[in-house]
């Protein structure tokens, strides 16, 4: 399976990630840990979390995905042949957030002990910390990748601004560089990531590994009415925003296209981000070896550029 280097680093990444918000929440540790497996034996290597998941949860304190996936590397072994990512920054608590250097020195040690592991492949800022200097951020991720416990460094949900700014100080001091931006970004969110941040990325090499790429759900096609909302409580209200004039379009197009290439919308949706030349590997989740087996399939398909076109236009 063809693989892309995330940034200028070494680590380099089969195209797709498996979006590890679902572990502990609508997937149990046992479903999960098969999860991992399926996905793994199949060829793929990039696993994404954060410390936060999945605090939303009547109950959970934050933690739970890590943990899962760090019984699941302890149980199968190989730490060598994936790539696990991580990301702080959302309050964890009221003194457990932000990007400042005591709280990362705290953040990754916290994380290390649920993945079970020494050292985190790709750990990223889960978003913008306005409260604390770019240069004092890297600095500590600087620190970090001296001691070994961190490969490389990403960021989520950042401007573009933000992003050149980071970049820039990297630069100039001679510390870890983002390599990797992860938007909001799928056929039926493109304004987030395309225009200032795809051009920074394109012009920096910094590969995009984008979240929500199937749009919650809605670009499998399950969800063409309100009547259809009912098939999902969790997804039903980010969902209700897409059934409009565009997202008629845009289903219609990935129905036209998958036809012509014998795959499922969801497939489609997913081989239009792999596309992308910045776009290293989609993040998209599953709960269930069906699902998986469906869209780890999206790899295997090429769009031709009228296909790309076409999808293009509908989502525009």
């Not at 601004?161 to 969110?189: F, V």
């Not at 995009?208 to 009547?227: N, Q, V």
């Not at 709960?287 to 780890?296: H, K, P, R």
Request: proline share 4%; hydrophobic share 40%.
């Amino acid at each position: 399976m063809e693989q892309k280097a995330l940034g200028k680093s070494t680590i380099k990444v089969a195209p797709l990630a498996f979006g590890g918000n679902v572990f502990g929440w609508s997937a149990d540790k046992d479903t999960s840990h098969r999860l991992l497996d399926q996905f793994v034996d199949a060829g793929f290597n990039l696993i994404d979390t954060a410390d936060v998941y999945s605090i939303w949860v009547p109950g959970h304190k934050g933690g739970e995905s890590e943990t899962i996936i760090g019984e699941w590397l302890a149980k199968r072994g190989g730490r060598d042949k994936v790539v696990i990512a991580t990301k702080l920054g959302i309050p964890m608590a009221p003194d457990k957030k932000g990007l400042s250097k005591g709280y990362i020195a705290t953040a990754v040690e916290d994380s290390l002990k649920r993945l079970k592991t020494d050292y985190i492949d790709l750990y990223q800022s889960h978003r913008d910390d306005p409260d604390t200097p770019v240069e004092e951020t890297l600095e500590a991720y600087g620190r970090l990748v001296k001691a070994g416990k961190v490969r490389e460094i990403g960021a989520s949900n950042f401007e573009a601004p933000r992003l050149k700014a980071s970049l820039e100080a990297s630069a100039k001091h001679g510390y870890p560089r983002y390599q990797t931006i992860q938007p909001n970004y799928s056929l039926m969110e493109r304004g987030t990531y395309e225009g200032d941040l795809e051009k920074l990325c394109r012009a920096e090499s910094v590969s995009c590994i984008g979240y929500y790429s199937l749009a919650s759900g809605f670009l499998s096609g399950k969800y063409r009415s309100e009547a259809d909302l009912g098939k999902s409580a969790a997804r039903s209200s980010r969902v209700k925003g897409y059934l409009n004039d565009k997202g008629m379009k845009v289903l219609a197009a990935l129905d036209d296209v998958a036809k012509r290439f014998s795959a499922s919308p969801a497939q489609v949706a997913l081989a239009w981000l792999m596309a992308k030349p910045t776009v290293a590997a989609p993040i998209a989740s599953a709960t269930s070896a069906a699902q998986l087996g469906e869209i780890m399939k999206a790899a295997t398909i090429k769009l031709d550029a009228t296909a790309v076109e076409q999808l293009d236009k509908a989502s525009a």
